[in-house]
């Protein structure tokens, strides 16, 4: 990224800092949980992350990263670059007090007030659509938007058989549910990222990248 210049959105002149700084910049911050102004000196001042990250995230540079970086991870387990099958599992998150309300709801099955994260992986796990809304948004709502996402991208995700996988009632805490706990795994990892524990992005469109 860093080898060549990157013409900003603005007035395409090349760009001043080196763009290997400033992505790392921003794995840092999801990694780290601190806030944007609190990026250490070491980075590109927080001004100039955020300018990029927002620039990248609009261009939908995310998406396409996504895209290609889960397409070598198939390969690399001796499968198709393209995804054939998915699931998908929802997950109500807390907000953050700069969180407008108008982009919260809440969760009643769940009792939390906050925003709902929609993820739609592939079979072993990889993230193939995000969706993030109000909490009180439906299951069902959820999954609509995740699927018309992965028909876009993954026209390979050709035919749609739906299948709800509960859990056993009886049983309590964690245990293993066929397919669901390739999802469940997923949001475990996303879940090691401190800034994702709860959501802190004013835009929703910022925190589905």
């Not at 700084?21 to 980075?43: C, E, Q």
């Not at 700069?98 to 072993?124: C, E, F, M, Y």
Request: with cysteine; hydrophobic share 40%.
């Amino acid at each position: 990224m860093a080898e060549r210049p990157a013409r900003t959105p603005t007035n395409g002149k090349p760009a001043q800092v080196d763009l290997r700084d400033v992505f790392n910049a921003i794995l840092y911050l999801n990694r780290t949980g601190i806030p944007w102004k609190y990026l250490p000196h070491d980075f590109p001042g927080h001004g100039t992350v955020y300018f990029y990250y927002s620039a990248w995230r609009d261009e939908g540079i995310f998406a396409q990263l996504n895209y290609d970086l889960t397409a070598l991870a198939r390969v690399k387990e001796g499968r198709k670059p393209e995804p054939t099958a998915c699931v998908i599992d929802t997950q109500s998150v807390k907000t953050s007090t700069n969180v407008p309300l108008a982009s919260q709801g809440t969760d009643a099955a769940k009792k939390i007030v906050g925003r709902k994260r929609g993820i739609l992986t592939d079979t072993i796990g990889l993230i193939l659509a995000v969706t993030v809304a109000g909490a009180g948004l439906s299951e069902n709502a959820m999954g609509i938007r995740l699927l018309d996402q992965a028909k876009e991208t993954y026209p390979t995700i050709a035919k749609i058989d739906v299948e709800v996988v509960n859990r056993n009632p009886e049983k309590r805490g964690f245990h293993v549910v066929k397919r669901r706990w390739v999802v469940e795994r997923s949001i475990g990892w996303i879940m090691m990222h401190r800034r994702l524990a709860r959501d802190y992005e004013a835009l929703t469109a910022s925190s589905e990248p």
